[in-house]
């Protein structure tokens, strides 16, 4: 079946340090890729999506690259901020061919902590 | 605020009693999500409904049920239950619920409390 892993955590950095989190997934298909964050006490959020290999998707400073050969989707920021602490979810969509889709699977979620 | 909204936020219950939970999408939505977010488990998908019809079924028990209602608001009805059915249960919805990477909207989620 199709899975997504994902480093758990907790992650705990600097301010203004470099942030990756690894993805990597399982599918039987070519899927739409997601970073979802989920700040504390609150639903999820889309932070950034890709929809094909090779394409990056960017929001608020982070990015992450769908990359077909290595099955990754790796969430990438240059400097991350204080603000930046939350879960992320990296999750992945595959479409039917004939139309329609399956609901999100999720990886386990990263917690990440910025310490000032 | 996504725009999706759940009731009630919070939720406490007995073993082996039925609960309904709410979701109401975004304005223009036509497709609703529901997921399990528990400790053990992750976050699930349930099932989804688009305009009224079941379209998708992930890992949901046979005591759950849900729907969605002409006016595109859904219910999730959790019976018989368990103290492992203590969860998030998040609902989400989207505009056409098509995939290819269409964005699904979260709502703050209902916590329930199996004792």
């Known amino acids: 079946g199709n899975s997504v892993t994902q480093m758990e955590g907790p992650v705990t950095l600097s301010e203004e340090a470099f942030l990756t989190i690894n993805c990597t997934y399982t599918?039987?298909?070519?899927?739409?890729l997601f970073w979802y964050v989920q700040y504390p006490g609150e639903g999820l959020q889309l932070l950034l999506k890709?929809?094909?290999?090779?394409d990056k998707g960017s929001n608020k400073g982070f990015e992450a690259t769908y990359r077909k050969e290595t099955t990754s989707f790796h969430l990438e920021k240059g400097s991350v901020q204080v603000s930046d602490s939350a879960v992320y979810f990296c999750?992945?969509?595959?479409?039917?061919?004939?139309?329609?889709?399956?609901?999100?699977?999720f990886g386990k979620g990263t917690h990440l902590i910025i310490q000032p | 605020d996504s725009g999706v909204t759940q009731t009630p936020k919070h939720l406490i219950t007995a073993t082996g009693q039925r609960v309904t939970l709410r979701c109401s999408p975004r304005?223009?939505?036509?497709?609703v999500y529901w997921y399990q977010q528990s400790l053990d488990q992750g976050l699930q998908f349930l099932i989804q409904?688009?305009?009224?019809?079941?379209?998708a079924k992930g890992n949901i028990l046979e005591r759950f049920s849900a729907q969605q209602f002409p006016d595109l608001h859904s219910e999730l009805n959790l019976s018989s239950l368990e103290l492992g059915d203590s969860a998030l249960y998040f609902c989400?919805?989207?505009?056409?619920?098509?995939?290819?990477?269409?964005?699904?909207?979260f709502g703050p989620g209902t916590r329930l409390l199996v004792l």
């Open positions: 304005s223009g939505d036509l497709s």
């Open positions: 890709a929809t094909k290999a090779d």
């Open positions: 599918a039987t298909g070519y899927p739409s």
């Open positions: 409904y688009y305009n009224g019809e079941e379209r």
């Open positions: 989400a919805s989207s505009v056409q619920g098509v995939g290819v990477g269409e964005t699904q909207y």
């Open positions: 999750a992945l969509e595959l479409m039917y061919s004939g139309g329609g889709a399956d609901g999100l699977t």
